[in-house]
């Protein structure tokens, strides 16, 4: 039996409009989290049936990938209706109760916006490719080929190929940064802004407390078209297929990362204000991502959050790396407010990626809730999953199916969680869910990891609970990260209280000295180290200390 922390119901958003500042967002993948009609997919009655798992572990709020209508060429980031639910998920009335059920139990709701593009099956782009001067001619982005008939530039679709599609009616390009069937919307035209900030108004009225903004960089292209250069080897360090994906290959000046988009972001705000709600937007960018991260949530006049995506490479984070991403933020990003994640679901599992063992990975989730800014967790890491291995006849990812076997795409990280172990399919479905379950995860159920108070499931529990009793670990200050050998050592502060972090990332014993001041040993009862009094720390492997005290 799932036992539940005593939460007090969500109050108005426009009474807290700080909420957002250090939360922990857990993201549903609503495909793959509970099936509630035995099709196979998970839907929105599923979630509400789920919540009190998500409130278990002390969540402050979902975000919910895409549920709108679509015709599922992209799994819902392919959008053809903004303001409604795709039958496959239910109905506005089950996203009702998901936002009721959720406030109930002191979740707030994040909604995933996916403003860049839509479906080529959406209303607005089937008016815009009728002609050359219908009313929405200029919603999209078109240009006529160079003079040989090849499209107007050499921007890549991160799908593989040109960025470009031909569409013989109006005898032009279109671009798609995406999918072929995801045409990119026009945003230097202001009345597709207004019409997207109307969508964002429907669901505030509806309830939302905030959104996660899909390609938030993607949104703006350059107006000159002009060719990206190219990008030397030895910076191709995308999370996501950097070898086999020509798309890597170019330094993107032209294709996103515009100017304009501040502006935009600006409206944006002004539109959430009333409603007191809040932003992570995610920016795509393996080279220059924590500069945009800075530029967007600077000012406290465009988003609060930026995703950051420093830790959701392949590479094993050493703590050198740790501080070294931290540096980075602190230089380039100083106003900046980072949303950080280790999985999500267009990576490998952490706990695959990094071939974490259980305390490596008890310690990088300890870590995860120490580190200045907002923590975003997928579903079933709390469990600890591993990447699940889907045969190639079952993918369903077109990136996978493109790129395979070098690269093998998305659903290993996306295939349904797992509540229990009495049936094959971990009590997801009553059906034959539309990506097998991994029998690698069976074992690893919510259910079984309930009745063991050593299980993951309860050290993310006591992690989370951590992060709420110090305001310093949500809204604190960050010192100068400290390495010594394999131990990183830093600090968060806030009105008078301290938090200090010591965490040995190695495969070794290590030693470290314990900050100056009267600490409380604050994490023994979820396996941190005590400092007994003493001035140096005695760090096992994969072993970590926090202490706590008033300034």
């Not at 490998?348 to 907002?374: D, I, N, Q």
């Not at 989370?464 to 010192?479: D, K, Y």
Request: with cysteine; hydrophobic share 40%.
């Amino acid at each position: 039996m799932t036992i539940m922390t005593a939460r007090k119901p969500v109050v108005s958003a426009a009474q807290d409009k700080d909420w957002w500042r250090g939360a922990v967002i857990y993201q549903i993948y609503p495909r793959s989290y509970q099936d509630s009609d035995g099709d196979g997919i998970g839907d929105l009655r599923g979630i509400v049936q789920r919540l009190p798992h998500i409130a278990s572990l002390g969540a402050d709020a979902i975000w919910i990938s895409p549920f709108f209508t679509s015709p599922m060429k992209d799994f819902g980031y392919d959008v053809s209706d903004y303001c409604d639910v795709d039958p496959m998920f239910g109905t506005l009335a089950d996203f009702d109760a998901v936002v009721e059920t959720a406030h109930k139990l002191g979740i707030r709701v994040m909604i995933d916006l996916v403003l860049s593009h839509t479906s080529d099956q959406h209303p607005w782009f089937k008016e815009s490719r009728q002609n050359r001067t219908n009313p929405k001619a200029d919603w999209y982005v078109w240009s006529d080929p160079k003079g040989d008939g090849t499209p107007p530039t050499n921007w890549l679709s991160i799908f593989g190929g040109s960025a470009w599609q031909w569409d013989a009616r109006r005898e032009q390009y279109y671009l798609h940064n995406f999918l072929t069937s995801q045409p990119d919307l026009n945003f230097h035209n202001e009345d597709v802004q207004t019409a997207l900030l109307d969508v964002v108004d429907f669901w505030l009225k509806r309830g939302v407390d905030g959104f996660r903004l899909d390609t938030i960089n993607f949104y703006f292209h350059d107006k000159l078209l002009r060719d990206n250069p190219g990008l030397p080897k030895d910076e191709r360090n995308s999370t996501i297929a950097p070898s086999v994906n020509p798309y890597n290959h170019q330094r993107h000046l032209y294709d996103k990362n515009q100017p304009e988009n501040l502006e935009f972001l600006k409206r944006f705000r002004a539109a959430l204000e009333p409603y007191g709600a809040a932003a992570v937007g995610e920016v795509g960018d393996a080279q220059i991502g924590l500069k945009i991260m800075g530029e967007y949530t600077s000012g406290g006049d465009k988003v609060q959050m930026c995703y950051a995506f420093e830790f959701l490479s392949g590479e094993q984070p050493s703590a050198a790396q740790v501080a070294h991403v931290l540096n980075r933020v602190k230089e380039e990003a100083p106003e900046g407010w980072p949303c950080w994640a280790f999985s999500n679901h267009d990576v490998v599992r952490h706990v695959t990626r990094w071939s974490l063992s259980p305390k490596a990975a008890r310690l990088f989730t300890t870590l995860l809730m120490s580190l200045r800014g907002s923590v975003c967790l997928y579903q079933g890491e709390e469990l600890g999953l591993p990447e699940a291995d889907v045969a190639f006849e079952d993918l369903q990812d077109p990136y996978g199916i493109e790129f395979w076997p070098e690269f093998k795409g998305r659903d290993g990280c996306r295939t349904p969680i797992t509540w229990e172990k009495s049936n094959a399919d971990g009590g997801f479905t009553t059906g034959k869910p539309w990506l097998p379950v991994s029998p690698d995860h069976l074992n690893l159920s919510a259910a079984s990891q309930e009745a063991d108070e050593a299980a993951m499931l309860h050290h993310y529990r006591r992690a989370i609970a951590l992060r709420h009793a110090n305001v310093a670990l949500a809204q604190g200050t960050q010192s100068d990260p400290v390495v010594s050998g394999k131990v990183l050592t830093f600090t968060r502060s806030h009105d008078g209280q301290s938090v200090a972090c010591v965490f040995n990332m190695g495969e070794a014993p290590a030693t470290a000295a314990v900050p100056a001041g009267n600490w409380q040993d604050a994490a023994t009862d979820m396996g941190g180290v005590a400092a007994q009094g003493g001035r140096e720390l005695s760090l096992e492997p994969w072993s970590f200390w926090i202490g706590v005290r008033r300034d």
